[in-house]
């Protein structure tokens, strides 16, 4: 999959490219990320990318020409790709909507600095806008960071182990449930022991026991899951545990 990142700090793709299972993505040619920098696409001497505001009021505005120029760009080396703006008023991402994106051949992100980016270039240049959750950042940077590492793990080879991206949160066998908790040696810790049924050896009865666990931490945790879950209705086995 082909990702374009569009912003003013491309330097912040490091996050992705540098580290840890979406570096090995890109070494191994499931990921390209390329960087455009709308400040590469002025053409005044102090390289302007925002203004004041119409009507007034704090903050900055990001100027549609840069940006619709950057974008051309990245059309150019990303065609057919999603534009993808991200913003607080955008639909939240999930693990459903990030496997659609991850079915996607290419994504431009449009990540916004300053008070966000004229209303016009939306309008005109977007495809869609999505949220990573209810609170304001101060640009689009980390939330298309976020969206591109939750794509890129669902790329199919990406992760080492192949269940591990089914058997995550939020997806698969326990899908719309929180995780299971997790253990490693040692077997006790400051007086605490793994749960017997971990070292039992007995696959089933583990298995039952990490639904049980997962149905249980999101009972607590996240009420609100459980109702997708229900609409969709329980299996047998779910309504007993
Ligand atoms: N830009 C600033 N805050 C954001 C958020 N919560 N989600 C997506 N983009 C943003």
């Not at 583990?206 to 249980?216: E, P, S, T």
């Not at 607590?220 to 299996?235: I, N, T, V």
């Amino acid at each position: 999959m082909r990702i374009t990142l569009v912003s003013l700090f491309p330097e912040m793709a490091r996050a992705v490219t540098d580290f840890g299972v979406t570096r090995r993505a890109v070494e191994n040619g499931l990921l390209t990320l390329d960087t455009v920098n709308p400040r590469d696409f002025t053409e005044d001497r102090h390289r302007t990318v925002d203004d004041r505001p119409f009507g007034g009021g704090p903050g900055m505005v990001m100027k549609v020409a840069p940006l619709e120029k950057a974008l051309a760009a990245a059309r150019q080396g990303n065609p057919g790709a999603r534009v993808v703006y991200l913003s607080p008023q955008g639909r939240p991402l999930t693990q459903a909507r990030a496997a659609q994106l991850a079915a996607t051949p290419g994504l431009i992100l449009l990540a916004g600095r300053y008070e966000g980016v004229d209303e016009r270039l939306i309008e005109t240049e977007v495809d869609e806008l999505v949220s990573i959750g209810d609170y304001v950042l101060s640009g689009g940077e980390l939330p298309a960071l976020v969206l591109i590492d939750a794509v890129t793990r669902l790329l199919p080879g990406v992760l080492g182990h192949q269940d591990s991206a089914a058997q995550d949160s939020f997806s698969g066998e326990l899908e719309d449930l929180l995780d299971c908790p997790h253990y490693t040696r040692p077997e006790t810790y400051r007086d605490r022991s793994v749960p017997e049924v971990l070292l039992s050896g007995d696959h089933e009865r583990i298995r039952r026991w990490r639904l049980k666990q997962a149905l249980g931490r999101t009972w607590r945790c996240r009420p609100d899951l459980l109702e997708a879950r229900k609409a969709r209705g329980l299996s047998q086995e779910e309504s007993e545990l």
